[in-house]
């Protein structure tokens, strides 16, 4: 089992960065994938970004944050990043961290199908 523990969010203005981090411990030894999703009340948890833990290390972004967002890993350290540049009022939300096991599976769908756990989330807010 993995533990995930998301960091990093905040308050910004329109047009300024944040840096999220998710650090994963326990069972890290296996290829899998790990991802960004957030959520607004009354709104279905929507995938964001998600990265292949592997050598490959295959990157996918929602449209929406395409150009924006940066979705990266620190293997020796465990550690997922999300880079958010020109942040928008609608990209305020709760960004969860998440792992999916044994890949991220090319699509949404498929990555929660394959979904294993959930971070506790962080808030992200952003002002016009």
């Known amino acids: 089992q993995v533990q995930l523990v998301e960091s990093g969010g905040g308050s910004v203005q329109a047009g300024g960065s944040l840096r999220l981090s998710c650090a994963a411990s326990g069972d890290t030894y296996s290829s899998y994938c790990m991802g960004w999703f957030r959520q607004t009340p009354g709104k279905e948890r929507e995938g964001v970004a998600a990265i292949a833990i592997d050598s490959d290390s295959n990157t996918y972004y929602a449209d929406s944050v395409k150009g924006r967002f940066t979705i990266s890993k620190d293997n020796a350290k465990n550690t997922l990043y999300l880079q958010m540049n020109n942040l928008k009022p609608e990209d305020t939300a709760m960004y969860y961290c998440?792992?999916?096991?044994?890949?991220?599976?090319?699509?949404?769908?498929?990555?929660?199908?394959?979904?294993?756990?959930w971070g506790q989330g962080t808030l992200v807010t952003v002002s016009s």
């Open positions: 998440a792992v999916a096991r044994p890949s991220c599976g090319g699509s949404w769908t498929l990555f929660r199908r394959y979904l294993e756990v």
